[in-house]
């Protein structure tokens, strides 16, 4: 850059060849190259001067081989200045290095205050090697401290994700307009269903399709979070910003846009075209449990994503997975029916605690009319969900329950996968 943009910045490190020449203040570099013989000529632009000195071998070599007196390394102290031997690794703060020293020095220049925490691998520390401006603090992780607060972190975070979600509007408009087109699809297919046996076969289809198609639309969390990933881990590795605002804000903009909002707009349009029920709190809590199964399923396939690197072999899991509970989920197969080695799988199927708690909020209350060869009968709702599907008649409320647990476990599992797997490997 150009000089007078080279001195606004805070700081500066020059490095050849992985071995770090000097990391202080970049008002003093030239004043530190100096004092070893390497003076800046007239007029020339000191962010060139360093990058000649970081290429040039001799140069180089000049700057490591100076040896300071007492009174020039106190006078590096006082500026701030920073020497490492060769083969030193430095970053920005000592994170989870493995059995590494961790040097926190603060450093006072033109009456600004600098707190940098570095890192120095153990194992490649040299004797004679300095860090000048602090004491060296051995075996010991210091708390890392971060260039700005966590709610800066938080808004410029979410700030980058919005624009990228409205930059890019190709999965929000497809999660919008699958769910519009396939909600209108749903209830053409069902429309009007009636309270006969048939109509009980079409109401009870209709319901468990729309956690189907919630479900598997999921899967597209996977490719969403692989995205950012890689992102995040670098700049995590440079010390940006902790997982919790990035976590926060992939939740936010995942879950409302993508998860929330279809699983409304499926609800609404397919619900009174299909003909259920006209009570509006029966309504609302339809519409509370497709957003909670929805938000379910999503949270599951980012628990895979952050876990498993391989998109094709997360992708694959998920799909498997989704399947098996949707073979345990109720319909398909009856609870009471499944051997008893079995029985222990459905309990970990969201479809099971979704499907259920729909079928009941809407035929429990109801009754089943029809004839069959000229005799009519009238049954139930509640005996049939009793018998044919092995549900509880109370299990409304306990089926939300258990999906909301199932969110908050998701949740902790994809925060701990983020915080203590995804960092960078060297």
């Given at each position: 850059?150009?000089?007078?943009?080279?001195?606004?910045?805070?700081?500066?490190?020059?490095?050849?060849?992985?071995?770090?020449?000097?990391?202080?203040?970049?008002?003093?570099?030239?004043?530190?190259?100096?004092?070893?013989?390497?003076?800046?000529?007239?007029?020339?632009?000191?962010?060139?001067?360093?990058?000649?000195i970081?290429?040039?071998?001799?140069?180089?070599?000049?700057?490591?081989?100076?040896?300071?007196?007492?009174?020039?390394?106190?006078?590096?102290?006082?500026?701030?200045?920073?020497?490492?031997a060769?083969?030193?690794?430095?970053?920005?703060?000592?994170?989870?290095?493995?059995?590494?020293?961790?040097?926190r020095?603060?450093?006072?220049?033109n009456e600004?205050?600098?707190?940098?925490?570095?890192?120095?691998?153990?194992?490649?520390?040299?004797?004679?090697s300095?860090?000048?401006?602090s004491?060296?603090?051995?075996?010991?992780?210091?708390?890392?401290?971060?260039?700005?607060?966590?709610?800066?972190?938080?808004?410029?975070?979410m700030?980058?994700n919005?624009?990228?979600?409205?930059?890019?509007?190709?999965?929000?408009?497809?999660?919008?307009?699958?769910?519009?087109?396939l909600?209108?699809?749903?209830?053409?297919?069902?429309?009007?269903?009636?309270?006969?046996?048939?109509?009980?076969?079409?109401?009870?289809g209709?319901?468990?399709?729309?956690?189907?198609?919630?479900?598997?639309s999921?899967?597209s969390?996977?490719?969403?979070?692989?995205?950012?990933r890689?992102?995040?881990?670098?700049?995590?590795?440079?010390?940006?910003?902790?997982?919790t605002p990035?976590?926060?804000?992939?939740?936010?903009?995942?879950?409302?846009?993508?998860?929330?909002?279809?699983?409304?707009?499926?609800?609404?349009?397919?619900?009174?075209?299909?003909?259920?029920?006209?009570?509006?709190?029966?309504?609302?809590?339809?519409?509370l449990?497709?957003?909670?199964?929805?938000?379910?399923?999503?949270?599951?396939?980012?628990?895979?994503?952050?876990?498993?690197?391989?998109?094709?072999v997360?992708?694959?899991?998920?799909?498997?997975?989704?399947l098996?509970?949707?073979?345990?989920?109720?319909?398909?197969?009856?609870?009471?029916?499944?051997?008893?080695?079995?029985?222990?799988?459905?309990?970990l199927?969201?479809?099971?605690y979704?499907?259920e708690?729909?079928?009941?909020?809407?035929?429990?209350?109801?009754h089943?009319?029809?004839?069959?060869?000229?005799?009519?009968?009238n049954?139930?709702?509640?005996?049939?969900?009793?018998?044919?599907?092995?549900?509880?008649l109370?299990?409304?409320?306990?089926?939300?329950?258990?999906?909301?647990?199932?969110?908050?476990?998701?949740?902790?599992?994809?925060?701990?996968?983020?915080?203590?797997?995804?960092?960078?490997?060297?």
């Amino acid at each position: 850059p150009r000089s007078d943009i080279f001195f606004m910045f805070d700081q500066a490190l020059v490095v050849s060849k992985g071995e770090a020449l000097y990391f202080g203040p970049a008002d003093t570099a030239a004043e530190y190259f100096n004092r070893r013989g390497l003076v800046c000529p007239t007029n020339y632009n000191i962010a060139d001067y360093l990058l000649d000195i970081a290429m040039d071998q001799e140069l180089v070599a000049k700057a490591k081989s100076y040896q300071g007196s007492d009174l020039d390394e106190k006078a590096a102290i006082s500026t701030g200045h920073q020497t490492h031997a060769p083969g030193n690794n430095i970053s920005r703060r000592g994170v989870n290095g493995n059995s590494s020293d961790i040097t926190r020095t603060s450093l006072t220049s033109n009456e600004q205050s600098y707190e940098t925490a570095v890192r120095i691998d153990s194992g490649s520390i040299d004797n004679n090697s300095t860090a000048s401006g602090s004491d060296s603090v051995s075996g010991k992780k210091l708390k890392t401290v971060y260039p700005t607060s966590f709610l800066t972190q938080l808004q410029v975070i979410m700030k980058r994700n919005f624009q990228t979600l409205v930059r890019d509007k190709s999965l929000l408009v497809l999660h919008v307009a699958v769910a519009i087109i396939l909600g209108l699809f749903i209830g053409g297919l069902y429309f009007k269903v009636t309270m006969a046996l048939a109509g009980f076969q079409n109401r009870a289809g209709s319901l468990f399709f729309m956690l189907a198609l919630l479900g598997f639309s999921s899967i597209s969390a996977l490719g969403a979070f692989t995205d950012t990933r890689t992102l995040f881990i670098k700049e995590r590795s440079n010390g940006y910003y902790p997982p919790t605002p990035f976590i926060i804000s992939t939740l936010i903009f995942d879950l409302i846009p993508l998860r929330i909002v279809p699983a409304i707009l499926l609800g609404c349009i397919s619900y009174f075209m299909i003909g259920l029920s006209a009570v509006v709190e029966t309504f609302f809590k339809f519409l509370l449990i497709l957003v909670l199964f929805n938000i379910s399923t999503a949270m599951f396939c980012l628990v895979i994503a952050a876990g498993v690197r391989a998109t094709g072999v997360a992708s694959l899991a998920s799909s498997i997975v989704m399947l098996f509970m949707m073979l345990f989920g109720g319909f398909m197969i009856n609870s009471g029916n499944i051997p008893a080695a079995l029985t222990w799988i459905q309990y970990l199927s969201m479809f099971k605690y979704g499907f259920e708690a729909l079928a009941v909020n809407e035929v429990a209350t109801t009754h089943l009319v029809d004839t069959i060869q000229g005799v009519a009968f009238n049954v139930p709702g509640s005996l049939i969900l009793q018998k044919l599907f092995g549900f509880s008649l109370g299990g409304y409320w306990k089926n939300m329950i258990i999906l909301i647990g199932f969110n908050i476990l998701f949740i902790i599992l994809f925060w701990a996968i983020v915080t203590l797997r995804l960092k960078e490997r060297k």
